[in-house]
Nanobody, 122 residues
Framework: VQLQASGGGLVQAGGSLRLSCAASGRTFSNYHMGWFRQAPGKEREFVAAISRSGGTPDYAYSVKGRITISRDNAKNMVYLQMNSLKPEDTAVYYC????????????????WGQGTQVTISS
């Protein structure tokens, strides 16, 4: 499956962004989907995941209550709505797909998008 992330940008602290990830090539509903992020000099970290059917979302503790993951299997899309953004949310955000794994371990995701830059100014 090919993944294309978009929607990043520069916003002030406290603002909002909605990231999108378009999937193509295979049956999208067969994959659990995740969002990860990587800041300069840091390891890639888990942000959120959503199961094949769209239920059972999971979030990193640092973003819980501020970020919502959702998907539209009819449109082959997964979204990340980010509110109350903080400077520490600055990173490149990646969407990823996993055939059998649902969780926060990036190595278990088989397919990755190219990333979209999110920059939060203070």
């Amino acid at each position: 499956v090919q993944l294309q992330a978009s929607g990043g940008g520069l916003v002030q602290a406290g603002g909002s962004l909605r990231l999108s990830c378009a999937a193509s090539g295979r049956t999208f509903s067969n994959y659990h989907m995740g969002w990860f992020r990587q800041a300069p000099g840091k390891e890639r970290e888990f942000v959120a995941a959503i199961s094949r059917s769209g239920g059972t979302p999971d979030y990193a503790y640092s973003v819980k209550g501020r970020i919502t993951i959702s998907r539209d299997n009819a449109k082959n899309m997964v979204y990340l709505q980010m509110n109350s953004l903080k400077p520490e949310d600055t990173a490149v955000y990646y969407c990823a797909a996993a055939s059998y794994y649902f969780g926060d371990y990036p190595a278990r995701y088989e397919y990755w998008g190219q990333g979209t830059q999110v920059t939060i100014s203070s």
